[in-house]
Antibody, heavy 120, light 110 residues
Framework: QLQLQESGPGLAKPSETLSLTCTVS??????????WGWIRQPPGKGLEWIGN???????NYNPSLKSRVTISIDTPKNQFSLKLSSVTAADTAVYYC????????????WGQGTLVTVSS | QSALTQPASVSGSPGQSITISCTGT?????????VSWYQQHPGKVPKLMIY???NRPSGVSNRFSGAKSGNTASLIISGLQAEDEAEYYC??????????FGGGTKLTVL
């Protein structure tokens, strides 16, 4: 059974870069069948799509975050990563990684989420 | 891109049916059948309930169904149960090759 697990620092300082990794277990990330993405949720607020990556390295990003976001993939390690630069308190959120089926809106497997707090 | 529009809250009594709307534009909901719905209980991970407008993943109760008309998608829950009380989010693909969520709807089972 495929599982996703987010990892990374739970605290980031303002103006610095937030870095998270999602490790995929129980299946290969190197597949034509799925996209791998990041979604976040500020405390007490709704879900926000950040972006996704395909096994080939092709990416799509939320226009409101595009200038600060980089998503990369490491197929040998079966991981994909998120970097968000120049963070502010507004970037404090639970960050989820998730799998979406190619050619579908089905985002069926999610990680447990990790809270990242931006504070000095 | 603007968030899809959902009612902030809906409520219903056990056994009743409710509908949650998700209004977008011709650049997202109205242009693709790539609309999904997620259920989220407090402190929990979102769970996929409906995908591609009206498809139900294996294991999701058939009390949950989805539909779309024009720029508005809908999640219908029939035979309301106490366990259905949660936040619900819609999500759609856009003409910019991005995805956008709705603001969320809190369902209260009276």
């Amino acid at each position: 059974q495929l599982q996703l697990q987010e990892s990374g620092p739970g605290l980031a300082k303002p103006s610095e870069t937030l870095s998270l990794t999602c490790t995929v277990s129980g299946g290969s990330i190197n597949t034509v069948s799925y996209y791998w993405g990041w979604i976040r949720q500020p405390p007490g607020k709704g879900l926000e799509w950040i972006g996704n990556i395909y096994y080939s390295g092709s990416t799509n990003y939320n226009p409101s975050l595009k200038s600060r976001v980089t998503i990369s993939i490491d197929t040998p390690k079966n991981q994909f990563s998120l970097k968000l630069s120049s963070v502010t308190a507004a970037d404090t959120a639970v960050y989820y990684c998730a799998r979406r089926t190619m050619g579908s809106s089905s985002r069926d497997v999610w990680g447990q989420g990790t809270l990242v707090t931006v504070s000095s | 891109q603007s968030a899809l529009t959902q009612p902030a809250s809906v409520s219903g009594s056990p056994g009743q049916s409710i509908t949650i709307s998700c209004t977008g534009t011709s650049s997202d909901v109205g242009n693709y059948n790539y609309v999904s719905w997620y259920q989220q209980h407090p402190g929990k991970v979102p769970k996929l309930m409906i995908y591609d407008v009206s498809n139900r993943p294996s294991g999701v109760s058939n009390r949950f169904s989805g539909a779309k008309s024009g720029n508005t998608a809908s999640l219908i829950i029939s035979g309301l149960q106490a366990e259905d009380e949660a936040e619900y989010y819609c999500n759609s693909y856009t003409t910019s090759s991005t995805w956008v969520f709705g603001g969320g709807t809190k369902l209260t089972v009276l």
